[in-house]
């Protein structure tokens, strides 16, 4: 799956998460380093999701939010 294809608030979510482990990780790199090591790791992470499951388990939320 493509990192365009997730939720804003699911992006954030992984953005935020990554930021601070690899800040925790590797306090000694500068942003530059850590904001390329995190939108790789996001777009590693994407690459797993299995987009049909994932956009059934977004339409499935919504449905239970209402």
């Known amino acids: 799956m493509k990192v365009e294809l997730l939720r804003d608030e699911d992006h954030k979510y992984l953005v935020e998460k990554y930021e ?19 939108r790789d790791h996001i777009r590693r992470v994407c690459e797993e999701i299995d987009e049909e499951k994932y956009f059934r388990e ?5 449905e239970a939010a209402q």
């Open 20 to 38: 601070y482990l690899y800040d925790v990780k590797f306090p000694w790199a500068v942003k530059e380093l850590r904001d390329a090591l995190v």
């Open 58 to 62: 977004v339409r499935e939320q919504g």
